[in-house]
C-alpha cells in the first residue's frame, strides 16, 4: 500500500516536472514525427521483397518497428534524467524521508512508461491516413508489450546510471547497448531481409521477438506464436530489470 | 540529543583499486537538546560525510551513535523520521514552485494530503516564502532558494535538523536571515546541527562547537570555552619580505613565548597578499601588554623591525591554529 502511495507521489511530481519542460515535449513529439514522415516513404519500395505492395503494407510493417525502438531508445536513454537529478540534490532530499527506495524507482520508470505510450499513440494516429489499420483490441496489446519494453528500459537505464554515476561514461554505455539490440531486432527494416546468421543471432535477442510480436498484432494476427512469446519474455524481463535496478536502488540510495 | 563515538567513513577510490581514503577517521560529539551545535573546519575535513551518516544517508564502517534517541546502525529508519537533513546544494526542481516542493516533502514523510497543503501554507508564512512561492524555484536567489530548503527541512517538524553549511554563498543580508531563522528554530525546541567553514558562523550563531580536522573532533565546546584554552593573548606581527625565518628563529626559543604560527595570506612569504591581509607572525604570550616591550627589544636586537604589531584576543582562527598547527581560512 504505502509501496503504490509512494510510487503515485513521485510519478505525479515527474509528470508535473515533465508538463512544465515544453522542449521535452516538443522534442519527444518531433522525433518519431520525423521518422514517420520523412522515412517511412522511402519503404514502400524497400519493402517490396517482404510483401509490401502499397504505402499500407509498408506503414504495417514499419509503425510497429518504430513504436517499439522508441520504447526502447526511449527507455535507455532516461537514466540521463536521473543523474541530473541526483546531482541537483532531488534524490537526496527524498532519501532523508522515510518514503519507498523501490517507489522512487518505479514512479520515475512509469512516468517514462506513459510519456513513451503517448507518443507511440501519437505516431499510430498519424500512421492512420497512411492506411495503417490495426483491430483496437490488437493496439491494446501491442501497447501492453511496448509499456513493458519502456518500464524495462528504463529500468536498465536507471541501473546503468547509478553503476556508472557520470553522464560522460553514460552515453557510450548505453549507446553501446542500445545499438545492437536495435539492430539486431529488426527495428527499422525486418530481419527476413537479413542473411541467415544475422537471424540466427537476432533469435537470442529478446528485443527482437517483441518486435516481432508487435508487427504480428499489427498484422491482425493476434494468434501467431511471436504475440503471446513476446509478451512473456518481455514480461520476464521487465520484472528481472526492475528488481535488479531496485536492488542497486535500494542499495546505493539508501 | 546526538551522542557517537569513533564514528568511520572511508571511501574506495574509484574503479575500487589503491587505497580507500579516510574520510573520517574517528568522530566523537555529544549534542544536548536545543543547542545548536556547528561542526567547525576546513573544506576536506569530513563534515560533509559525518552529517551525511548522522542523517542516515551514508553508512558508517564503524563507531557507534544514538542520533535523536534511536541507534544509527540498527534503527536508521526510525532516526530518519525524527530528524531533517538539509544538503549543502539544496535540492529543489527548477520546473516547480516552493509550495508544491513543500507538499510534496510533507507527503513523502506520510503525512496526509490536507495536513500537506496546511503544512506548506504555514511553511510559506513562517519562513517568508509569501512573495516568491508560488514562483518556479528556477527563478529564486541563492537566499530565498536557501530558505525554501530550511522550510523542506524541516515541514515534518524534526526535533534535530541537520544543515550542511547552511550559508555557504550567501550575501551578508541573506546569511543574516538564515541564522536568524536557525535561532527561531531553536527557540521553537529544535537542535540544530550545522557544518561550516566560517569562523564568524561559528562563533556568532553556534552554542557549541566541534572543531573538526582531517576526520577528527580536535576540539569541542563552547566559542568561549575553546578561546579561554588558548592560554593568553594573541599578537600579530607584520614582518618585511624576508625578515620572518629570522623573527621565527629568535623568537620559538623564548620561555614566554607559547607558540608561533603564520596566519593568513597567502603563506608564501613574497610580500605579495593573498587574501587582502598581509601575512602575519601570530605569538602566544601569557600577558601581551607586559610582553610587549621586550617583545620588540628581543626583534630589534636581531635586526628585524616589524611593519604592524597588533595585539588580538583568540579567535576560533587561533583554537584551530593552535590545535592543528595551520590556519583554518586557507582557501
Known amino acids: 500500500m504505502k509501496l503504490l502511495r509512494d510510487t503515485w507521489l513521485v510519478f505525479q511530481r515527474q509528470v508535473l516536472i515533465m508538463i512544465r ?7 519527444g513529439i518531433l522525433q518519431p514525427l520525423c521518422y514517420l514522415l520523412l522515412f517511412a516513404p522511402l519503404l514502400k519500395s524497400a519493402l517490396a521483397t517482404s510483401g509490401a505492395h502499397s504505402y499500407a503494407d509498408a506503414y504495417r510493417i514499419y509503425v510497429p518497428g518504430l513504436l517499439s525502438a522508441l520504447a526502447l531508445m526511449g527507455g535507455l536513454f532516461t537514466g540521463f534524467a536521473l543523474l541530473g537529478e541526483l546531482r541537483a540534490g532531488i534524490v537526496e532530499r527524498s532519501r532523508v524521508t522515510p518514503v519507498s527506495r ?5 514512479g520515475r520508470a512509469l512516468r517514462e512508461v506513459v510519456a513513451l505510450l503517448i507518443q507511440a499513440l501519437l505516431v499510430t494516429l498519424l500512421a492512420l491516413p497512411f492506411g495503417l489499420t490495426v483491430r483496437p483490441l490488437y493496439l491494446l496489446l501491442a501497447f501492453l508489450l511496448l509499456g513493458l519494453t519502456a518500464l524495462m528500459a528504463s529500468s536498465v537505464s536507471y541501473g546503468l ?10 552515453g557510450p554505455v548505453v549507446n553501446t547497448i542500445a545499438q545492437p539490440l536495435a539492430l539486431l531486432s529488426g527495428t527499422l527494416l525486418p530481419l527476413a531481409l537479413a542473411p541467415h546468421w544475422l537471424r540466427t543471432a537476432a533469435d537470442w535477442n529478446p528485443c527482437y521477438w517483441a518486435v516481432e510480436g508487435m508487427r504480428a498484432l499489427f498484422a491482425g494476427d493476434a494468434g501467431a506464436p511471436a504475440v503471446w512469446r513476446a509478451l512473456a519474455l518481455m514480461a520476464g524481463l521487465t520484472a528481472l530489470a526492475v528488481a535488479w535496478s531496485a536492488r542497486l536502488f535500494a542499495r546505493r540510495i539508501r | 540529543m546526538i551522542v557517537t563515538q569513533g564514528l568511520r567513513k572511508s571511501f574506495a577510490t574509484r574503479g575500487g583499486r589503491g587505497t580507500p581514503v579516510d574520510a573520517v577517521r574517528g568522530i566523537d560529539l555529544t549534542v544536548g537538546p536545543g543547542e545548536i551545535f556547528g561542526v567547525l573546519g576546513p573544506n576536506g ?13 551514508v553508512r558508517p564502517d564503524g563507531g557507534e551513535a544514538v542520533v535523536a534517541g534511536a541507534d544509527l546502525r540498527a534503527e536508521p529508519a526510525t532516526v530518519r523520521r525524527r530528524i531533517g537533513y538539509v544538503a549543502q546544494g539544496g535540492g529543489t526542481a527548477d520546473a516547480v514552485t516552493a509550495r508544491e516542493e513543500l507538499v510534496l516533502q510533507a507527503r513523502m514523510y506520510g503525512i496526509g494530503k490536507a495536513e500537506a497543503v496546511a503544512r506548506a501554507g504555514e511553511a510559506m508564512e513562517a519562513f517568508g516564502l509569501g512573495e516568491f512561492g508560488d514562483r518556479p ?7 530565498q532558494r536557501r530558505r ?8 515534518h517538524r524534526p526535533r534535530l535538523l541537520f544543515l550542511d553549511e547552511p550559508t555557504v554563498g550567501l550575501d551578508p543580508p541573506s546569511r543574516a536571515q538564515v541564522w536568524e531563522q536557525i535561532r527561531r528554530l531553536r527557540a521553537d525546541g529544535m537542535t540544530v546541527l550545522v557544518s561550516t567553514h566560517y569562523l564568524e558562523e561559528a562563533d556568532g550563531l553556534c552554542d557549541r562547537i566541534g572543531i573538526v580536522d582531517h576526520g577528527r573532533v580536535v576540539a569541542e565546546g563552547t566559542p568561549e570555552q575553546l578561546k579561554k584554552e588558548i592560554a593568553g593573548d594573541a599578537v600579530g606581527l607584520v614582518l618585511r619580505p624576508g625578515d620572518r625565518p629570522r623573527a621565527e628563529e629568535v623568537l620559538r626559543p623564548l620561555e614566554w613565548v607559547s607558540g608561533v604560527e603564520t596566519a593568513g595570506g597567502d603563506g608564501a612569504d613574497d610580500g605579495n597578499e593573498g587574501d587582502g591581509q598581509p601575512p602575519e607572525l601570530r605569538l602566544y604570550v601569557d600577558d601581551a601588554p607586559s610582553a610587549l616591550p621586550q617583545l620588540l627589544r628581543v626583534l630589534q636586537a636581531a635586526g628585524v623591525d616589524p611593519v604592524l604589531v597588533q595585539l588580538r584576543r583568540p579567535s576560533l582562527d587561533d583554537v584551530f591554529l593552535a590545535r592543528t598547527g595551520r590556519p583554518l581560512d586557507q582557501d
Open chain 2, 148 to 155: 525554501v530548503d530550511l522550510a523542506l527541512g524541516v515541514i
Open chain 1, 161 to 170: 546510471a547509478l553503476l556508472v554515476g557520470g553522464d560522460a561514461a553514460l
Open chain 2, 45 to 57: 575535513a569530513g563534515k560533509t560525510t559525518t552529517l551525511r551518516m548522522l542523517a542516515t544517508l
Open chain 1, 21 to 27: 519542460t515544453p522542449v521535452w515535449i516538443a522534442v
Open chain 1, 102 to 106: 523501490v517507489a522512487l524507482l518505479l
Open chain 2, 137 to 143: 524555484c528556477g527563478t529564486y536567489s541563492g537566499g
